[in-house]
Antibody
Framework: QVQLQESGPGLVKPSETLSLTCAVS?????????WGWIRQPPGKGLEWIGS???????YYNPSLKSRVTISVDTSKNQFSLKLSSVTAADTAMYYC????????????WGQGTLVTVSS | EIVMTQSPATLSVSPGERATLSCRAS??????LAWYQQKPGQAPRLLIY???TRATGIPARFSGSGSGTEFTLTISSLQSEDFAVYYC??????????FGGGTKVEIK
């Protein structure tokens, strides 16, 4: 059974960099597929942040592209998100998820981790 | 960017009744459309992909239809566990992948 688990600081100061990791179990990232990050501000809808292919190709939401970096560490079977220069508007539940192909939905999701941006 | 618009924002339905949720794309997404269910405090769960294919383990009371720009999710007979928020998502033309704003299905 594929499982994804997000981890990282729950509180980040404004202007700093948000860093999260998604650990994958039950499937080897090195075997393929796309791995993505999605966020959801409290009480609001879902926003795709970006995705990475196991080989390292990245795809970012143009609205966040200048501040986002997604990377993969196949040796640890995990992938990571960095979002720089955060503001209160970046406060959200952050989810990691899997896509089996470029043209495919997200079939497995992590439980999510809440990140609050506040001084 | 493809904009996904869901209607209505809130749907009040009695248990056992049928619920019909709509999703419209600003341009054609073929059948590359998914529906997700999200309950409070939980991650979204994939219900339907390819506009009409149920994901593994999804009950037959959930069905999806449509292509191009107009899509529908139908829950044939609402059970208590079906009261939740439902999102559509297009994965035909990205980046960016885009989601609709959601429809909350509440108890009437």
């Amino acid at each position: 059974q594929v499982q994804l688990q997000e981890s990282g600081p729950g509180l980040v100061k404004p202007s700093e960099t948000l860093s999260l990791t998604c650990a994958v179990s039950g499937y080897s990232i090195n075997s393929g597929y796309y791995w993505g990050w999605i966020r959801q501000p409290p009480g609001k809808g879902l926003e795709w942040i970006g995705s990475i292919y196991h080989g390292g190709s990245t795809y970012y939401n143009p609205s966040l592209k200048s501040r986002v970096t997604i990377s993969v560490d196949t040796s640890k079977n995990q992938f990571s998100l960095k979002l720089s220069s955060v503001t209160a508007a970046d406060t959200a539940m952050y989810y990691c998820a899997r896509q089996v192909a470029l043209i495919a939905p997200f079939d497995y999701w992590g439980q999510g981790t809440l990140v609050t941006v506040s001084s | 960017e493809i904009v996904m618009t869901q209607s209505p924002a809130t749907l009040s339905v009695s248990p056992g009744e049928r619920a019909t949720l709509s999703c419209r794309a600003s341009q054609s997404v073929s059948t590359n459309l998914a529906w997700y269910q999200q309950k409070p405090g939980q991650a979204p769960r994939l219900l339907i992909y390819g506009a009409s294919t149920r994901a593994t383990g999804i009950p037959a009371r959930f069905s999806g239809s449509g292509s191009g720009t107009e899509f529908t999710l139908t829950i044939s007979s609402l059970q208590s566990e079906d009261f939740a928020v439902y999102y559509c998502q297009q994965y035909n033309n990205w980046p960016p992948l885009t989601f609709g704003g959601g429809t909350k299905v509440e108890i009437k």
